[in-house]
Nanobody
Framework: QVQLVESGGGLVQAGGSLRLSCAAS????????MDWYRQAPGQQRALVAT???????NYADSIKGRFTISRDNAKNTVYLQMNSLKPEDTAVYYC???????????????WGQGTQVTVSS
């Protein structure tokens, strides 16, 4: 139905930057909110940033001022620009999208497979 594919993760030293991308494809009528989550080993998945259809954004306090979420509606893609990375940012990062399908009125959330971000000290 809907696939979300993340890219851009990797290994970076503290203070460095990475840009994550997540492209959605499938039987999509409309994508409402698009989000980035992260999950460190042994921890729950936590919301990092969200962006609505009209471009309004919200950020977790831990990353506010360092990360920027954006989206390209024409490409069904969400981005996460990560600057001034810290070791505590190390996690698997997942994108999520609240999607209205072409032939179903119910909004459903879909998840990407995750991409590893490792920040060395």
């Amino acid at each position: 139905q809907v696939q979300l594919v993340e890219s851009g993760g990797g290994l970076v030293q503290a203070g460095g930057s990475l840009r994550l991308s997540c492209a959605a494809s499938g039987s999509i009528f409309r994508i409402n909110a698009m989000d980035w989550y992260r999950q460190a080993p042994g921890q729950q998945r936590a919301l990092v940033a969200t962006i609505t259809l009209d471009g309004r954004t919200n950020y977790a306090d831990s990353i506010k001022g360092r990360f920027t979420i954006s989206r390209d509606n024409a490409k069904n893609t969400v981005y996460l620009q990560m600057n001034s990375l810290k070791p505590e940012d190390t996690a698997v990062y997942y994108c999520a999208a609240k999607v209205v399908l072409l032939y179903y009125t119910r909004e459903a959330q879909y998840w990407g497979q995750g991409t590893q971000v490792t920040v060395s000290s």
